[in-house]
Protein backbone atom coordinates (compact mmCIF):
# COMPACT_ATOMS: atom_id res chain seq x y z
CA UNK A 1 0.00 0.00 0.00
CA UNK A 2 1.44 3.40 -1.09
CA UNK A 3 2.00 5.42 1.97
CA UNK A 4 -0.89 7.82 2.94
CA UNK A 5 -0.90 12.03 2.08
CA UNK A 6 1.18 13.53 5.05
CA UNK A 7 -2.47 15.26 6.09
CA UNK A 8 -3.37 11.65 7.09
CA UNK A 9 -0.66 10.06 8.64
CA UNK A 10 -1.52 8.88 12.25
CA UNK A 11 0.27 11.26 14.47
CA UNK A 12 -0.52 11.21 18.10
CA UNK A 13 2.47 13.54 19.18
CA UNK A 14 -0.22 16.29 18.22
CA UNK A 15 -2.32 15.39 21.44
CA UNK A 16 -4.37 18.60 21.42
CA UNK A 17 -4.69 18.95 17.67
CA UNK A 18 -4.31 17.05 14.96
CA UNK A 19 -4.59 17.00 10.83
CA UNK A 20 -7.28 14.08 10.77
CA UNK A 21 -8.30 10.87 12.12
CA UNK A 22 -7.08 7.38 11.16
CA UNK A 23 -9.39 4.56 10.03
CA UNK A 24 -9.59 0.46 10.41
CA UNK A 25 -12.47 -1.46 9.38
CA UNK A 26 -13.10 -4.38 11.34
CA UNK A 27 -15.21 -7.61 10.33
CA UNK A 28 -17.02 -9.88 12.35
CA UNK A 29 -15.43 -13.74 11.44
CA UNK A 30 -17.27 -16.55 12.00
CA UNK A 31 -15.19 -18.87 13.28
CA UNK A 32 -12.73 -16.19 15.01
CA UNK A 33 -14.74 -13.58 15.95
CA UNK A 34 -14.23 -9.52 15.34
CA UNK A 35 -10.99 -9.01 13.64
CA UNK A 36 -9.57 -6.03 11.99
CA UNK A 37 -9.31 -6.24 8.46
CA UNK A 38 -7.01 -3.21 7.55
CA UNK A 39 -6.01 0.25 8.64
CA UNK A 40 -6.49 3.42 6.23
CA UNK A 41 -4.37 6.75 7.11
CA UNK A 42 -1.15 5.43 8.93
CA UNK A 43 2.06 5.02 7.33
CA UNK A 44 3.00 1.66 5.38
CA UNK A 45 3.79 -0.88 7.27
CA UNK A 46 2.52 0.14 11.07
CA UNK A 47 0.14 -1.58 12.95
CA UNK A 48 -1.54 1.21 16.19
CA UNK A 49 -3.35 -1.80 17.24
CA UNK A 50 -0.24 -3.81 17.90
CA UNK A 51 1.77 -0.96 18.86
CA UNK A 52 -0.60 0.57 21.42
CA UNK A 53 -2.30 -2.86 22.53
CA UNK A 54 -5.50 -1.96 20.99
CA UNK A 55 -6.13 -5.81 21.48
CA UNK A 56 -10.07 -4.84 22.44
CA UNK A 57 -10.67 -2.86 19.91
CA UNK A 58 -12.58 -5.41 17.58
CA UNK A 59 -14.62 -5.78 20.54
CA UNK A 60 -15.45 -1.98 20.98
CA UNK A 61 -16.09 -1.70 17.59
CA UNK A 62 -18.78 -4.51 17.37
CA UNK A 63 -20.69 -4.38 20.45
CA UNK A 64 -22.62 -6.53 22.24
CA UNK A 65 -26.17 -6.51 20.46
CA UNK A 66 -25.44 -4.72 17.88
CA UNK A 67 -26.75 -7.78 15.10
CA UNK A 68 -29.72 -6.92 16.32
CA UNK A 69 -30.27 -3.74 14.48
CA UNK A 70 -29.45 -2.52 10.94
CA UNK A 71 -26.77 0.22 12.06
CA UNK A 72 -25.68 1.08 15.58
CA UNK A 73 -22.48 3.46 16.58
CA UNK A 74 -20.07 2.62 19.48
CA UNK A 75 -17.81 5.23 21.56
CA UNK A 76 -15.24 4.07 23.35
CA UNK A 77 -11.75 5.30 24.65
CA UNK A 78 -8.37 3.80 24.24
CA UNK A 79 -4.51 4.46 25.85
CA UNK A 80 -1.67 5.28 23.79
CA UNK A 81 1.38 3.91 24.74
CA UNK A 82 4.30 6.52 25.46
CA UNK A 83 6.69 7.09 22.60
CA UNK A 84 10.08 9.49 22.09
CA UNK A 85 8.60 13.05 22.18
CA UNK A 86 5.41 12.15 23.64
CA UNK A 87 3.64 10.53 26.98
CA UNK A 88 0.95 8.35 27.66
CA UNK A 89 -2.40 9.68 26.79
CA UNK A 90 -5.69 8.50 25.41
CA UNK A 91 -7.04 8.25 22.13
CA UNK A 92 -10.97 8.23 21.38
CA UNK A 93 -12.84 6.09 19.01
CA UNK A 94 -15.98 5.91 17.36
CA UNK A 95 -17.58 2.87 15.44
CA UNK A 96 -20.53 2.49 12.41
CA UNK A 97 -21.71 -1.09 12.62
CA UNK A 98 -23.89 -1.83 9.77
CA UNK A 99 -24.71 -5.43 8.50
CA UNK A 100 -25.86 -6.90 5.31
CA UNK A 101 -27.43 -9.72 3.66
CA UNK A 102 -25.16 -11.78 2.39
CA UNK A 103 -26.03 -13.06 -0.93
CA UNK A 104 -26.01 -9.04 -1.69
CA UNK A 105 -22.51 -9.26 -2.00
CA UNK A 106 -21.36 -8.90 -5.34
CA UNK A 107 -17.82 -10.65 -4.79
CA UNK A 108 -18.55 -12.82 -1.85
CA UNK A 109 -15.53 -14.63 -0.26
CA UNK A 110 -15.47 -18.16 0.45
CA UNK A 111 -15.27 -17.95 3.83
CA UNK A 112 -18.46 -16.48 4.08
CA UNK A 113 -20.65 -18.88 5.40
CA UNK A 114 -23.70 -17.10 7.35
CA UNK A 115 -26.60 -15.27 5.91
CA UNK A 116 -25.69 -11.67 6.87
CA UNK A 117 -22.24 -9.68 7.33
CA UNK A 118 -21.25 -7.39 9.94
CA UNK A 119 -18.65 -4.85 9.39
CA UNK A 120 -17.89 -2.13 11.30
CA UNK A 121 -15.55 1.16 10.05
CA UNK A 122 -13.76 2.79 13.12
CA UNK A 123 -12.16 5.98 13.21
CA UNK A 124 -10.04 6.96 15.97
CA UNK A 125 -8.47 10.50 16.59
CA UNK A 126 -7.75 12.75 19.73
CA UNK A 127 -10.53 14.13 21.30
CA UNK A 128 -14.23 13.31 21.76
CA UNK A 129 -15.26 16.73 20.51
CA UNK A 130 -14.83 15.34 16.68
CA UNK A 131 -17.76 13.11 17.01
CA UNK A 132 -20.15 14.67 16.25
CA UNK A 133 -19.12 15.94 13.03
CA UNK A 134 -17.57 12.36 12.19
CA UNK A 135 -21.20 10.70 13.02
CA UNK A 136 -22.50 11.76 9.86
CA UNK A 137 -19.86 11.63 7.93
CA UNK A 138 -18.96 7.95 8.71
CA UNK A 139 -22.37 7.15 8.47
CA UNK A 140 -22.76 8.23 4.66
CA UNK A 141 -19.16 7.19 3.91
CA UNK A 142 -19.84 3.13 5.16
CA UNK A 143 -23.74 3.30 3.32
CA UNK A 144 -21.59 4.55 0.40
CA UNK A 145 -19.15 1.59 0.71
CA UNK A 146 -21.69 -0.72 1.24
CA UNK A 147 -23.77 0.24 -2.26
CA UNK A 148 -20.66 0.39 -3.85
CA UNK A 149 -19.07 -3.02 -2.74
CA UNK A 150 -15.71 -1.99 -2.45
CA UNK A 151 -13.51 -4.70 -2.12
CA UNK A 152 -9.97 -3.22 -3.19
CA UNK A 153 -8.39 -1.25 -0.31
CA UNK A 154 -7.47 1.57 -2.16
CA UNK A 155 -10.65 1.88 -3.12
CA UNK A 156 -11.80 2.29 0.20
CA UNK A 157 -8.94 4.33 1.20
CA UNK A 158 -9.87 6.76 -1.30
CA UNK A 159 -13.30 6.76 0.23
CA UNK A 160 -12.91 7.32 3.75
CA UNK A 161 -10.50 9.59 3.59
CA UNK A 162 -10.21 11.46 0.25
CA UNK A 163 -7.39 12.24 -1.55
CA UNK A 164 -5.44 15.68 -0.94
CA UNK A 165 -1.71 16.55 -2.46
CA UNK A 166 -1.85 19.27 0.02
CA UNK A 167 -2.08 19.33 3.97
CA UNK A 168 -5.17 20.09 5.30
CA UNK A 169 -5.33 22.91 8.05
CA UNK A 170 -5.76 21.63 11.34
CA UNK A 171 -9.06 20.80 13.30
CA UNK A 172 -10.26 23.27 15.68
CA UNK A 173 -11.52 21.57 18.49
CA UNK A 174 -13.46 24.22 19.93
CA UNK A 175 -15.49 24.76 16.95
CA UNK A 176 -17.41 21.83 16.91
CA UNK A 177 -20.41 20.61 18.53
CA UNK A 178 -20.70 18.38 21.71
CA UNK A 179 -21.11 14.87 21.66
CA UNK A 180 -24.03 13.56 23.03
CA UNK A 181 -27.51 13.64 23.83
CA UNK A 182 -29.62 16.85 23.78
CA UNK A 183 -29.52 18.46 27.28
CA UNK A 184 -32.80 19.46 26.44
CA UNK A 185 -33.90 15.74 25.57
CA UNK A 186 -31.85 14.70 29.31
CA UNK A 187 -33.38 16.79 31.35
CA UNK A 188 -37.20 16.61 29.69
CA UNK A 189 -36.28 12.30 30.20
CA UNK A 190 -34.93 12.49 33.55
CA UNK A 191 -36.18 16.00 35.47
CA UNK A 192 -34.87 16.10 38.88
CA UNK A 193 -32.33 13.29 38.18
CA UNK A 194 -30.66 14.87 35.93
CA UNK A 195 -28.96 16.93 38.79
CA UNK A 196 -28.56 13.84 40.98
CA UNK A 197 -26.09 12.34 38.38
CA UNK A 198 -24.48 15.66 37.59
CA UNK A 199 -23.35 15.81 41.55
CA UNK A 200 -22.82 12.17 41.37
CA UNK A 201 -20.13 12.27 38.77
CA UNK A 202 -17.99 14.74 40.83
CA UNK A 203 -18.23 12.34 43.91
CA UNK A 204 -16.57 9.91 41.42
CA UNK A 205 -18.27 7.13 42.54
CA UNK A 206 -18.27 3.89 40.45
CA UNK A 207 -21.30 4.38 37.67
CA UNK A 208 -22.80 1.90 35.44
CA UNK A 209 -24.86 2.26 32.52
CA UNK A 210 -26.81 0.00 30.96
CA UNK A 211 -28.79 -0.01 27.42
CA UNK A 212 -29.90 -2.10 25.12
CA UNK A 213 -29.00 0.70 22.60
CA UNK A 214 -24.78 1.03 22.24
CA UNK A 215 -25.30 4.60 20.86
CA UNK A 216 -28.08 6.35 23.21
CA UNK A 217 -25.80 4.30 25.89
CA UNK A 218 -22.29 6.41 25.03
CA UNK A 219 -23.98 9.68 24.38
CA UNK A 220 -25.96 9.80 27.50
CA UNK A 221 -22.55 9.85 29.41
CA UNK A 222 -20.98 12.16 27.31
CA UNK A 223 -23.91 14.75 27.81
CA UNK A 224 -23.52 14.62 31.34
CA UNK A 225 -19.49 14.97 31.28
CA UNK A 226 -20.39 17.87 29.36
CA UNK A 227 -21.87 19.69 31.62
CA UNK A 228 -18.78 20.17 33.88
CA UNK A 229 -16.91 23.12 32.12
CA UNK A 230 -13.54 22.50 29.76
CA UNK A 231 -13.90 18.84 30.62
CA UNK A 232 -14.44 17.64 27.14
CA UNK A 233 -10.92 19.12 26.05
CA UNK A 234 -9.29 17.90 29.12
CA UNK A 235 -9.59 13.54 28.99
CA UNK A 236 -6.04 12.85 28.33
CA UNK A 237 -6.17 10.42 31.38
CA UNK A 238 -9.34 8.84 30.99
CA UNK A 239 -8.81 5.72 29.16
CA UNK A 240 -6.67 4.29 31.87
CA UNK A 241 -6.69 3.84 35.40
CA UNK A 242 -2.63 4.43 35.65
CA UNK A 243 -2.64 7.82 33.59
CA UNK A 244 -2.27 11.17 35.83
CA UNK A 245 -0.73 13.72 34.09
CA UNK A 246 -3.38 16.37 34.92
CA UNK A 247 -2.89 16.39 38.49
CA UNK A 248 1.07 15.77 37.93
CA UNK A 249 1.16 19.09 35.90
CA UNK A 250 -1.67 21.29 37.55
CA UNK A 251 -0.74 24.77 39.12
CA UNK A 252 -2.78 27.46 40.66
CA UNK A 253 -3.67 29.99 38.28
CA UNK A 254 -1.03 33.29 38.77
CA UNK A 255 -3.36 35.46 37.14
CA UNK A 256 -6.99 36.07 36.51
CA UNK A 257 -8.86 38.37 33.86
CA UNK A 258 -12.37 38.46 34.60
CA UNK A 259 -13.65 39.39 31.29
CA UNK A 260 -12.40 36.24 29.88
CA UNK A 261 -14.34 33.26 30.61
CA UNK A 262 -11.51 30.67 29.88
CA UNK A 263 -9.64 32.19 32.61
CA UNK A 264 -12.10 32.35 35.13
CA UNK A 265 -13.13 29.04 34.79
CA UNK A 266 -9.17 28.25 35.30
CA UNK A 267 -9.51 30.38 38.89
CA UNK A 268 -11.96 28.32 39.48
CA UNK A 269 -10.05 25.30 39.83
CA UNK A 270 -12.32 24.15 36.18
CA UNK A 271 -11.89 21.26 34.83
CA UNK A 272 -12.15 19.14 37.92
CA UNK A 273 -10.39 16.41 37.81
CA UNK A 274 -12.96 13.68 37.27
CA UNK A 275 -10.70 11.11 35.61
CA UNK A 276 -7.08 10.62 37.22
CA UNK A 277 -5.25 8.02 38.85
CA UNK A 278 -7.30 5.19 39.78
CA UNK A 279 -10.19 6.39 37.38
CA UNK A 280 -11.33 5.18 34.01
CA UNK A 281 -13.78 6.15 31.29
CA UNK A 282 -15.45 4.01 29.03
CA UNK A 283 -18.79 4.94 27.47
CA UNK A 284 -18.42 1.49 25.51
CA UNK A 285 -16.85 -0.95 27.86
CA UNK A 286 -16.99 -4.86 26.23
CA UNK A 287 -16.74 -7.75 29.22
CA UNK A 288 -13.06 -8.19 28.06
CA UNK A 289 -12.08 -5.46 29.72
CA UNK A 290 -14.12 -6.50 33.33
CA UNK A 291 -11.06 -7.84 35.30
CA UNK A 292 -9.69 -3.88 35.06
CA UNK A 293 -13.57 -2.83 36.46
CA UNK A 294 -13.01 -5.61 39.31
CA UNK A 295 -9.15 -4.60 40.45
CA UNK A 296 -9.67 -2.23 43.40
CA UNK A 297 -6.37 -1.98 43.60
CA UNK A 298 -5.64 -0.25 40.51
CA UNK A 299 -9.46 0.74 39.36
CA UNK A 300 -11.43 2.92 42.03
CA UNK A 301 -14.07 4.76 39.94
CA UNK A 302 -15.26 4.77 37.07
CA UNK A 303 -17.91 6.07 34.42
CA UNK A 304 -18.74 2.94 32.19
CA UNK A 305 -21.32 1.92 30.11
CA UNK A 306 -22.55 -2.29 28.66
CA UNK A 307 -25.27 -2.91 26.66
CA UNK A 308 -24.49 -7.00 27.94
CA UNK A 309 -27.43 -7.66 30.33
CA UNK A 310 -25.21 -10.50 32.38
CA UNK A 311 -23.48 -7.25 34.31
CA UNK A 312 -27.39 -6.22 35.95
CA UNK A 313 -26.84 -9.62 37.71
CA UNK A 314 -23.88 -8.24 39.03
CA UNK A 315 -24.76 -4.68 39.56
CA UNK A 316 -23.41 -4.68 43.60
CA UNK A 317 -20.02 -5.82 42.77
CA UNK A 318 -18.96 -3.32 39.86
CA UNK A 319 -21.14 -0.57 40.35
CA UNK A 320 -22.08 1.78 43.29
CA UNK A 321 -24.61 3.21 41.35
CA UNK A 322 -26.76 1.57 38.26
CA UNK A 323 -28.39 3.73 35.86
CA UNK A 324 -30.88 1.47 32.92
CA UNK A 325 -31.61 3.51 30.34
CA UNK A 326 -33.84 1.10 28.99
CA UNK A 327 -36.15 1.57 31.83
CA UNK A 328 -35.15 5.04 33.19
CA UNK A 329 -34.33 3.59 36.34
CA UNK A 330 -31.55 4.93 38.90
CA UNK A 331 -30.35 1.96 41.52
CA UNK A 332 -28.27 3.71 43.83
CA UNK A 333 -26.97 0.29 46.41
CA UNK A 334 -23.78 2.43 48.43
CA UNK A 335 -26.06 4.50 51.24
CA UNK A 336 -23.53 6.73 51.86
CA UNK A 337 -23.65 7.98 48.58
CA UNK A 338 -27.38 8.13 48.26
CA UNK A 339 -27.48 10.03 51.70
CA UNK A 340 -24.89 12.49 50.05
CA UNK A 341 -26.82 12.53 46.66
CA UNK A 342 -29.93 13.85 48.58
CA UNK A 343 -31.62 17.16 47.20
CA UNK A 344 -31.84 19.91 49.21
CA UNK A 345 -34.87 22.22 48.73
CA UNK A 346 -32.83 24.60 46.71
CA UNK A 347 -31.71 21.61 44.58
CA UNK A 348 -35.25 20.79 43.59
CA UNK A 349 -36.21 24.23 43.13
CA UNK A 350 -33.38 24.78 41.14
CA UNK A 351 -34.12 21.62 39.07
CA UNK A 352 -37.61 22.07 39.00
CA UNK A 353 -37.19 25.66 37.45
CA UNK A 354 -35.16 24.37 34.23
CA UNK A 355 -37.35 20.96 33.70
CA UNK A 356 -40.41 23.06 33.97
CA UNK A 357 -38.71 25.81 31.06
CA UNK A 358 -37.73 22.95 29.09
CA UNK A 359 -41.20 21.30 29.42
CA UNK A 360 -42.84 24.46 28.41
CA UNK A 361 -41.21 24.81 25.54
CA UNK A 362 -40.86 21.10 24.44
CA UNK A 363 -41.25 20.29 21.16
CA UNK A 364 -41.52 16.74 19.86
CA UNK A 365 -40.46 16.53 16.15
CA UNK A 366 -37.07 18.98 16.94
CA UNK A 367 -36.31 18.38 20.71
CA UNK A 368 -32.87 20.24 20.70
CA UNK A 369 -35.01 23.22 19.98
CA UNK A 370 -37.67 25.62 22.05
CA UNK A 371 -40.76 25.99 20.38
CA UNK A 372 -40.51 29.61 21.49
CA UNK A 373 -36.90 29.66 19.46
CA UNK A 374 -35.71 32.08 21.93
CA UNK A 375 -32.80 31.37 24.22
CA UNK A 376 -35.02 30.47 27.74
CA UNK A 377 -34.92 26.78 27.51
CA UNK A 378 -32.05 26.14 24.73
CA UNK A 379 -29.32 23.98 25.08
CA UNK A 380 -26.83 26.83 25.40
CA UNK A 381 -28.88 28.68 28.56
CA UNK A 382 -29.46 25.27 30.05
CA UNK A 383 -25.18 24.79 30.07
CA UNK A 384 -25.04 28.03 31.29
CA UNK A 385 -27.27 27.32 34.24
CA UNK A 386 -25.06 24.16 35.16
CA UNK A 387 -21.76 26.35 34.87
CA UNK A 388 -23.28 29.10 37.21
CA UNK A 389 -24.59 26.29 39.65
CA UNK A 390 -21.05 24.53 39.90
CA UNK A 391 -19.05 28.03 40.14
CA UNK A 392 -21.76 28.80 42.98
CA UNK A 393 -21.15 25.23 44.58
CA UNK A 394 -16.77 26.10 44.43
CA UNK A 395 -17.21 29.34 46.03
CA UNK A 396 -20.01 28.34 48.71
CA UNK A 397 -16.88 25.67 49.52
CA UNK A 398 -14.29 27.63 50.09
CA UNK A 399 -16.65 30.00 52.10
CA UNK A 400 -17.71 27.37 54.39
CA UNK A 401 -13.72 26.03 54.51
CA UNK A 402 -13.09 30.06 55.85
CA UNK A 403 -14.84 30.73 58.00
CA UNK A 404 -15.35 26.77 60.01
CA UNK A 405 -11.42 25.85 59.85
CA UNK A 406 -9.39 28.12 61.96
CA UNK A 407 -5.48 26.56 60.74
CA UNK A 408 -3.85 29.37 58.92
CA UNK A 409 -7.02 31.66 59.72
CA UNK A 410 -6.49 33.48 63.56
CA UNK A 411 -9.53 35.29 62.96
CA UNK A 412 -11.77 32.27 61.64
CA UNK A 413 -13.68 32.19 64.62
CA UNK A 414 -14.69 36.09 64.98
CA UNK A 415 -15.68 35.55 61.36
CA UNK A 416 -17.60 32.81 62.43
CA UNK A 417 -19.91 34.32 64.80
CA UNK A 418 -20.32 37.59 62.72
CA UNK A 419 -21.17 34.97 59.70
CA UNK A 420 -23.52 33.06 62.24
CA UNK A 421 -25.88 36.41 62.53
CA UNK A 422 -25.02 38.22 59.40
CA UNK A 423 -25.98 35.14 56.78
CA UNK A 424 -26.28 31.04 56.87
CA UNK A 425 -23.59 29.04 55.58
CA UNK A 426 -24.27 28.81 51.55
CA UNK A 427 -23.41 25.03 51.92
CA UNK A 428 -26.38 23.81 53.48
CA UNK A 429 -28.23 24.58 50.04
CA UNK A 430 -26.12 22.17 48.43
CA UNK A 431 -26.41 19.66 50.95
CA UNK A 432 -23.65 19.60 53.80
CA UNK A 433 -23.68 15.59 53.10
CA UNK A 434 -22.83 16.23 49.58
CA UNK A 435 -19.68 17.84 51.01
CA UNK A 436 -18.29 15.50 53.28
CA UNK A 437 -18.43 12.71 50.84
CA UNK A 438 -16.18 14.52 47.93
CA UNK A 439 -13.97 15.88 50.60
CA UNK A 440 -12.99 12.28 50.14
CA UNK A 441 -12.01 12.19 46.89
CA UNK A 442 -9.01 12.61 44.85
CA UNK A 443 -10.87 15.37 43.12
CA UNK A 444 -11.27 17.52 45.99
CA UNK A 445 -7.84 17.40 47.09
CA UNK A 446 -6.50 18.79 43.52
CA UNK A 447 -9.02 21.49 43.53
CA UNK A 448 -8.36 21.94 47.26
CA UNK A 449 -4.34 22.41 46.28
CA UNK A 450 -4.59 24.77 42.93
CA UNK A 451 -7.52 26.90 44.37
CA UNK A 452 -7.26 30.21 45.81
CA UNK A 453 -8.93 30.43 49.42
CA UNK A 454 -10.84 33.67 48.30
CA UNK A 455 -12.59 32.12 45.68
CA UNK A 456 -15.95 33.51 47.14
CA UNK A 457 -14.23 37.23 46.32
CA UNK A 458 -14.50 36.42 42.46
CA UNK A 459 -18.09 34.50 42.41
CA UNK A 460 -20.52 35.14 44.51
CA UNK A 461 -20.89 31.88 47.56
CA UNK A 462 -24.60 31.21 46.77
CA UNK A 463 -27.06 28.99 45.38
CA UNK A 464 -28.94 29.98 42.40
CA UNK A 465 -32.29 29.50 44.06
CA UNK A 466 -31.08 29.36 47.89
CA UNK A 467 -33.60 29.93 50.40
CA UNK A 468 -35.80 27.23 52.77
CA UNK A 469 -38.57 25.34 52.05
CA UNK A 470 -41.36 27.13 50.92
CA UNK A 471 -45.34 26.31 50.66
CA UNK A 472 -44.83 27.09 46.73
CA UNK A 473 -41.95 24.55 46.81
CA UNK A 474 -44.04 22.00 48.15
CA UNK A 475 -47.05 22.81 45.49
CA UNK A 476 -44.80 22.39 43.15
CA UNK A 477 -43.33 19.10 43.76
CA UNK A 478 -47.06 17.51 44.72
CA UNK A 479 -48.08 18.86 40.96
CA UNK A 480 -44.72 17.36 39.34
CA UNK A 481 -45.25 14.14 41.47
CA UNK A 482 -48.74 13.91 40.10
CA UNK A 483 -47.35 14.77 36.71
CA UNK A 484 -44.43 11.92 36.37
CA UNK A 485 -47.62 9.46 37.81
CA UNK A 486 -48.39 9.83 33.75
CA UNK A 487 -52.02 9.29 35.00
CA UNK A 488 -53.33 9.92 31.10
CA UNK A 489 -51.44 7.68 29.13
CA UNK A 490 -51.72 4.96 32.22
CA UNK A 491 -55.44 4.78 31.93
CA UNK A 492 -56.04 6.12 28.49
CA UNK A 493 -56.66 2.21 27.43
CA UNK A 494 -59.02 2.14 30.47
CA UNK A 495 -60.57 5.54 29.72
CA UNK A 496 -60.74 4.00 26.16
CA UNK A 497 -62.84 0.71 27.25
CA UNK A 498 -64.87 2.78 29.37
CA UNK A 499 -65.99 5.04 26.47
CA UNK A 500 -67.45 1.83 24.58
CA UNK A 501 -69.18 0.83 27.41
CA UNK A 502 -70.98 3.95 28.22
CA UNK A 503 -71.53 4.42 24.61
CA UNK A 504 -73.10 0.76 24.13
CA UNK A 505 -74.79 1.10 27.36
CA UNK A 506 -76.22 4.15 25.62
CA UNK A 507 -77.34 2.36 22.93
CA UNK A 508 -79.11 0.01 25.16
CA UNK A 509 -80.78 2.68 27.17
CA UNK A 510 -82.24 4.13 24.40
CA UNK A 511 -83.53 1.30 22.56
CA UNK A 512 -85.07 0.62 26.09
CA UNK A 513 -87.29 3.61 26.68
CA UNK A 514 -87.77 3.52 22.74
CA UNK A 515 -89.36 0.38 23.25
CA UNK A 516 -91.04 1.61 26.62
CA UNK A 517 -92.35 4.40 24.98
CA UNK A 518 -93.73 2.50 22.16
CA UNK A 519 -95.51 -0.06 24.54
CA UNK A 520 -97.04 3.33 26.20
CA UNK A 521 -98.42 4.72 22.66
CA UNK A 522 -100.01 1.37 22.00
CA UNK A 523 -101.52 1.06 25.69
CA UNK A 524 -102.86 4.10 25.11
CA UNK A 525 -104.38 3.89 21.67
CA UNK A 526 -105.78 1.12 23.24
CA UNK A 527 -107.56 2.74 25.74
CA UNK A 528 -108.82 5.74 23.33
CA UNK A 529 -110.42 2.51 21.15
CA UNK A 530 -111.64 0.96 24.21
CA UNK A 531 -113.29 4.55 25.55
CA UNK A 532 -114.64 5.12 21.93
CA UNK A 533 -116.55 1.46 22.22
CA UNK A 534 -117.34 2.65 25.67
CA UNK A 535 -119.00 5.59 24.62
CA UNK A 536 -120.75 3.50 21.68
CA UNK A 537 -122.11 1.29 24.37
CA UNK A 538 -123.31 3.79 26.93
CA UNK A 539 -125.50 5.12 23.95
CA UNK A 540 -127.04 1.47 23.94
CA UNK A 541 -127.89 1.29 27.55
CA UNK A 542 -129.62 4.60 27.86
CA UNK A 543 -132.08 3.14 25.28
CA UNK A 544 -132.40 -0.07 27.47
CA UNK A 545 -133.31 2.29 30.78
CA UNK A 546 -136.20 3.78 28.89
CA UNK A 547 -137.98 0.78 28.34
CA UNK A 548 -141.21 0.65 30.77
CA UNK A 549 -140.24 -2.43 33.38
CA UNK A 550 -138.52 -1.57 36.05
CA UNK A 551 -136.69 -4.98 37.14
CA UNK A 552 -136.38 -5.54 33.56
CA UNK A 553 -134.50 -2.40 33.08
CA UNK A 554 -132.27 -2.86 36.27
CA UNK A 555 -132.14 -6.47 34.93
CA UNK A 556 -131.10 -5.26 31.90
CA UNK A 557 -128.70 -2.69 33.17
CA UNK A 558 -126.77 -5.02 35.48
CA UNK A 559 -126.20 -7.79 32.46
CA UNK A 560 -124.94 -5.29 31.04
CA UNK A 561 -122.91 -4.41 33.47
CA UNK A 562 -121.54 -7.99 33.73
CA UNK A 563 -121.06 -8.89 30.29
CA UNK A 564 -118.95 -5.23 29.75
CA UNK A 565 -117.71 -3.84 33.27
CA UNK A 566 -114.72 -2.77 31.13
CA UNK A 567 -116.88 -0.23 28.67
CA UNK A 568 -119.04 0.80 31.58
CA UNK A 569 -115.76 2.14 33.73
CA UNK A 570 -114.24 3.51 30.84
CA UNK A 571 -117.31 5.04 29.01
CA UNK A 572 -117.79 9.00 28.70
CA UNK A 573 -121.12 9.91 30.11
CA UNK A 574 -123.66 11.35 27.57
CA UNK A 575 -125.58 14.80 27.65
CA UNK A 576 -128.92 13.07 30.65
CA UNK A 577 -132.31 13.10 29.08
CA UNK A 578 -134.01 14.44 32.40
CA UNK A 579 -137.74 13.87 31.30
CA UNK A 580 -137.39 10.51 30.25
CA UNK A 581 -135.67 9.90 33.68
CA UNK A 582 -138.51 11.76 35.77
CA UNK A 583 -140.88 9.28 34.16
CA UNK A 584 -138.81 6.36 34.74
CA UNK A 585 -138.60 7.48 38.52
CA UNK A 586 -142.50 8.02 38.72
CA UNK A 587 -143.06 4.62 37.41
CA UNK A 588 -140.49 2.96 39.59
CA UNK A 589 -142.08 4.50 42.67
CA UNK A 590 -145.42 3.25 41.46
CA UNK A 591 -144.11 -0.21 41.43
CA UNK A 592 -142.12 0.01 44.42
CA UNK A 593 -145.60 1.13 47.07
CA UNK A 594 -147.68 -1.66 45.35
CA UNK A 595 -145.09 -4.29 45.98
CA UNK A 596 -144.47 -3.09 49.29
CA UNK A 597 -148.32 -2.98 50.27
CA UNK A 598 -148.44 -6.74 48.47
CA UNK A 599 -145.90 -8.22 50.93
CA UNK A 600 -147.27 -6.40 54.49
CA UNK A 601 -150.96 -7.88 53.60
CA UNK A 602 -148.60 -11.29 53.12
CA UNK A 603 -146.58 -10.56 55.85
CA UNK A 604 -149.78 -9.91 58.28
CA UNK A 605 -151.63 -13.28 57.29
CA UNK A 606 -148.06 -15.32 57.96
CA UNK A 607 -148.22 -13.90 61.66
CA UNK A 608 -151.14 -15.02 62.43
CA UNK A 609 -150.36 -18.51 61.71
CA UNK A 610 -146.61 -17.89 63.23
CA UNK A 611 -148.65 -17.53 66.77
CA UNK A 612 -150.87 -20.96 66.54
CA UNK A 613 -147.82 -22.79 65.70
CA UNK A 614 -145.93 -21.17 69.15
CA UNK A 615 -148.48 -22.38 71.37
CA UNK A 616 -148.00 -26.28 70.14
CA UNK A 617 -144.72 -25.53 70.27
CA UNK A 618 -144.37 -25.01 73.70
CA UNK A 619 -146.59 -27.65 75.22
CA UNK A 620 -144.37 -30.37 73.26
CA UNK A 621 -141.24 -28.68 74.41
CA UNK A 622 -142.59 -29.15 78.01
CA UNK A 623 -143.18 -32.87 77.37
CA UNK A 624 -139.71 -33.18 76.22
CA UNK A 625 -138.05 -31.75 78.99
CA UNK A 626 -139.56 -33.99 81.13
CA UNK A 627 -138.74 -37.05 79.44
CA UNK A 628 -135.11 -35.74 79.03
CA UNK A 629 -135.01 -36.22 83.15
CA UNK A 630 -136.87 -39.38 82.81
CA UNK A 631 -133.87 -41.01 80.46
CA UNK A 632 -130.64 -38.60 81.22
CA UNK A 633 -128.21 -39.24 78.53
CA UNK A 634 -130.42 -39.98 75.37
CA UNK A 635 -130.93 -37.09 73.01
CA UNK A 636 -133.95 -36.97 70.37
CA UNK A 637 -134.53 -35.14 67.67
CA UNK A 638 -137.63 -34.00 66.10
CA UNK A 639 -138.28 -31.94 63.20
CA UNK A 640 -141.25 -29.46 64.00
CA UNK A 641 -143.13 -27.49 61.16
CA UNK A 642 -144.28 -24.10 62.08
CA UNK A 643 -147.15 -22.27 60.48
CA UNK A 644 -145.14 -20.86 57.87
CA UNK A 645 -143.91 -24.08 56.01
CA UNK A 646 -140.43 -23.73 57.87
CA UNK A 647 -139.21 -26.74 59.14
CA UNK A 648 -136.94 -26.80 62.56
CA UNK A 649 -134.42 -28.76 64.29
CA UNK A 650 -134.94 -29.01 67.69
CA UNK A 651 -132.84 -31.13 70.18
Not at 162 to 176: A, F, K, N, T, V
Amino acid sequence: MPPAPPSFIYRFDHVRKMNSPVVCVVAFHHARGPEIESWFGVEDGTDPAVDNDWSFLPFMALSDGAHSSTEDFSYFTLSRRQSPGSASTSAFGISCTRQMDANELLHRPADVTRSTVQKAVVVIADSPQLFGHLREKLSMKFQESLSKNLHDAEDERDLYLGQSSEPSSPIDLMSHPSPGLSLRELIHEYKHQTLVLFKCILLQPKMLFFSSRCERLCMMQFSLISLIPLLLSHLQDCASPDFDAQSSTSLPPSSLKTSDRSSLLAYMGLPLQIFGKGSLFGPYTPLQQLDVLADYNRTRSYIVGSTNSLLLQQKDRYSDILINLDDSSIIISSPSLRTALALSAADRRWIDFLTQTVTSTWDPKNPSRPTTLAYMGSEEFIRLQFEEYLLGLLAAVKYHLYFSTPVGNPNAQHHHLHHAHDRPDPIQDFNPGWLSFWQTTPSYALFLRTTDPHLFDIVEPRHPTAGALTVEDVQRRITQQIATLQLDSKVAATRENLGKHLVTGQRKVSTAFEKFWGDMEALLEAQRRKAEAAKEGGSEMGTLERKPSVASSIGGTSEKAARAPGLSRFSTPSTPDFAAAQASVAAAGQKAGAYMSSWGAWAAEKRKGWGASAAGVGTEHAEKVVEGHRSPGKKKSREVTGGDGIGRLDA
